[in-house]
């Protein structure tokens, strides 16, 4: 890009929001397992201390040699180890989690019976799974060369299914707490009617004395 970054200011900008956007999808799941558990502090701390080594992937594509090719344009030769590197650092984060969210599974499950499906949906537990396989999944294809060369294409595809997922997960969680609020708000005005006619006061003058 003329007047632009250069390629290696380009690999660089990649490189790191790449493991910066992996690290904020891991800790968006590890807050979700945190609360799901109760607040568990031991999944807190142990979520953290696999969350650790992220920013390793990205040093080593940092110090990975550049150069610009004719037919791909700006690319960074990593190392064969990479790929590896990559999946080491993101199973142990990926098993936590997976554990986690399947023992929640379970638990509402047996408190539930089949209706369990639904309030996993509602509260996200489902989508959260969905997120930890396709990373694991995304990262297995990675490390073992599925599609060759075209494998660290699965590193973008992890990232599109997680994004989607993310963002379709906050705006139905967005919507929930609407209808929720709602809901509240029409029991509290039915609860303060018989409230405001008996002892004869406004409505709104009642309701912000009472709030």
């Known amino acids: 890009m003329p007047g632009g970054t250069s390629c290696r200011q380009a690999v660089w900008y990649a490189s790191s929001t790449t493991t910066l956007s992996s ?29 650790l080594p992220q920013p390793l992937t990205a040093y080593i594509l940092l110090v990975s040699p550049i150069h610009m090719a004719p037919s791909i344009g700006c690319s960074a030769t990593y190392p064969s180890y990479f790929p590896w590197v990559k999946f080491a650092v993101d199973a142990p984060i990926n098993i936590l989690l997976s554990a986690a969210f399947i023992k929640v599974v379970h638990q509402q499950y047996r408190r539930l019976g089949s209706a369990a499906w639904a309030h996993l949906f509602r509260n996200g537990i489902q989508t959260m799974c969905a997120i930890v396989l396709a990373n694991f999944v995304c990262m297995f294809c990675v490390a073992f060369e599925v599609l060759g060369l075209f494998s660290e294409m699965f590193v973008a ?15 139905a969680m967005g919507t929930f707490a609407n209808k929720q609020s709602s809901l509240l708000d029409a029991r509290y005005i039915k609860n303060m009617s018989p409230i405001a006619n008996k002892t004869g006061l406004d409505y709104r003058n009642s309701y912000y004395m009472l709030d």
């Open 23 to 51: 690290l904020c999808v891991s800790v968006t799941l590890l807050q979700k397992a945190y609360l799901a558990h109760g607040r568990s502090k031991w999944l807190l701390f142990a979520g953290g201390a696999f969350l």
């Open 157 to 171: 595809f992890d990232w599109i299914i997680a994004s989607t997922l993310l963002v379709h997960h906050c705006n």
